[in-house]
């Protein structure tokens, strides 16, 4: 069984030496173990051309992006060739390191499960045996651990955003540590319990992938969503009955208080099925880009006459010209 660890952190500082620390765990669990640290590499943002998602669903190939001369297919390979992942970031703005992010939107959602299951199923019902399809290793059962490092407690959409990272694959988060006030180089080597908790962690992923994932306890700080763990939960009002949104699942609920004041997301059974963690609220979300947004409008052959407008109106301040496909060496700007 093969354990990658990714750090989105400096090299060698804390966000790394807790995802290392975690997989000396999982190698002592008896995983084979790989470590990345997503700085070294060079990762174009996803410019929402849409093409992985025709190339998957309509052109019935494996998902490609048309992206090229960057490292995107490094980590793609490792991370469709691991058996379960143990991702770390530093907390930056709040939320997960930019890099991991242009990582996730390079990867959602032509690399969905769901998708890739109904992009496999098409291929199937047409007897489609030619080209690459959507890469198998995809449809593996798989586990997640999440770990997320800040310099204080502005941690809000951390642990939320990095959630979105396993959805898309399907991974079942087995665990997720959120560690506050580690802001100098390596201090977390000061803190035996946080060393000690992301080692359990590592042991963990392994022993619950060998368990079996259906079977997988949830280790982590339990959260308020009952599907995900989340504790990020949105108020929408107006979304009757339910005003109540996950922010990682999207499952719908409401919130009510105790007598002591402690705040709890109820969501009914019948509701969960929509929880886009699961497989079946995966493919209402297809079914709801098929049927709203995907779906022209009448007259939508006059599109182009109808954006002229703001096609012609201002000219796009332009960058300096630079060399597109050209990486920047550390300390360098391009
Ligand atoms: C650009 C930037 C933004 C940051 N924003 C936050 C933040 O919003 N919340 C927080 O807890 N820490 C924040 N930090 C502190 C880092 O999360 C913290 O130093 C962490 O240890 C970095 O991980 P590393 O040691 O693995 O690089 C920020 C650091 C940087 C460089």
């Known amino acids: 069984m093969k354990v990658l660890g990714i750090s989105c952190g400096r090299r060698m500082s804390n966000t790394e030496i807790m995802v290392k620390e975690a997989l000396m765990g999982a190698e002592e669990a008896g995983a084979e173990v790989q470590f990345l640290r997503l700085q070294d590499y060079y990762i174009k943002p996803c410019t929402g051309c849409n093409s992985c998602v025709v190339d998957l669903m309509e052109k019935h190939g494996g998902g490609a992006c048309v992206l090229k001369n960057d490292d995107f297919p490094v980590i793609d390979e490792l991370i469709m060739d691991c058996d379960a992942l143990i991702l770390g970031s530093p907390i930056y703005e709040k939320s997960p390191s930019g890099q991991l992010k242009s990582l996730q939107d390079r990867m959602g959602p032509s690399h969905d499960v769901g998708f890739r299951m109904i992009a496999q199923k098409i291929r199937e019902e047409k007897g489609i045996t030619t080209g690459k399809g959507p890469d198998p290793r995809s449809f593996k059962p798989r586990t997640a651990s999440l770990i997320a490092v800040g310099g204080s407690e502005w941690d809000t959409l951390a642990l939320p955003t990095m959630g979105m990272f396993a959805l898309t694959h399907q991974m079942t988060v087995v665990d997720q540590i959120l560690i506050n ?135 796009p301040i332009k960058p300096p010209a630079r060399d597109k496909g050209e990486k920047a060496e550390e300390g360098e700007e391009l």
């Not at 580690?182 to 992938?209: M, N, Q």
């Not at 599907?227 to 719908?252: F, Q, S, T, W």
């Not at 609920?253 to 002591?260: E, I, P, V, Y």
């Open 181 to 315: 006030w580690i802001g100098l180089p390596k201090v977390v080597t000061f803190h035996e319990d946080k060393l000690a908790r992301a080692h359990r962690s590592g042991k963990h992923v392994v022993e619950s992938y060998n368990k079996g994932v259906d079977n997988a306890e949830y280790i982590g700080e339990e959260g308020l969503c009952p599907m995900c763990h989340c504790k990020l939960i949105e108020i929408r009002n107006g979304h009757d009955p339910y005003p109540a949104v996950c922010g990682v699942c999207g499952v719908r609920g409401t919130l009510t208080t105790d007598a002591d004041g402690k705040v709890f997301f109820n969501v009914k059974e019948e509701d969960r099925v929509h929880s886009h963690l699961l497989l079946s609220g995966k493919f209402e979300h297809l079914q709801e880009l098929a049927d709203v947004s995907l779906k022209p409008p009448v007259g939508y052959e006059t599109v182009n006459d109808r954006a002229k407008k703001y096609r012609d109106y201002l000219t």
